[in-house]
């Protein structure tokens, strides 16, 4: 599994397990591996900047979809992403702020903007550089809000 996008990196619960649930993909959508994703009349689609349902979870696969072929799907609520932004350098200031997806086509990335949270399809910095290589625009990221999958019961809350 080549990811690109969003990497996970284990999870705040502390299950590193990478779980991941199928969803069935929209006829003629193709998924990319790593790309934030929804549900749009039950079937599964890249996220895009203004998607009013939010963030279900990330791909693990690279699927072209026939509306009846399945996509993994990372659901974990605490799961965490590794990723990139448009920010030149992520500064400590930064840690906490919320931050939209810049693109829903190829390589999903994060955009620098932090201004008030409004919307469901966004991404909360938890940790800058953390390779500790000097890189100043990779971060480790969080679904903040949209949709949340309950494993128990095998359904959307």
Aim: proline share 3%; net charge neutral.
């Amino acid at each position: 599994m080549a990811l690109q996008g969003f990497q996970p990196r284990g999870s705040l619960s502390g299950d590193l397990s990478e779980a991941t649930f199928p969803f069935v993909v929209s006829n003629g959508i193709t998924i990319t591996c790593g790309n934030a994703v929804t549900l749009k009349s039950g079937y599964l689609e890249n996220l895009t900047v203004t998607d009013p349902m939010g963030v279900l979870g990330v791909a693990s696969e690279t699927v072209v979809g026939n509306a009846s072929r399945t996509c993994g799907v990372f659901t974990d609520p605490n799961m965490i992403y590794y990723n990139t932004t448009t920010l030149a350098t992520i500064n400590i200031d930064d840690v906490g702020k919320v931050m939209n997806i810049a693109s829903s086509a190829g390589k999903m990335y994060l955009n620098n903007s932090t201004g008030a949270v409004n919307s469901a399809n966004q991404f909360i910095l938890l940790k800058k550089d953390p390779d500790g290589d000097g890189s100043k625009s990779k971060g480790l990221w969080k679904i903040y809000g949209g949709l949340t999958f309950n494993k128990t019961l095998g359904g959307l809350e």
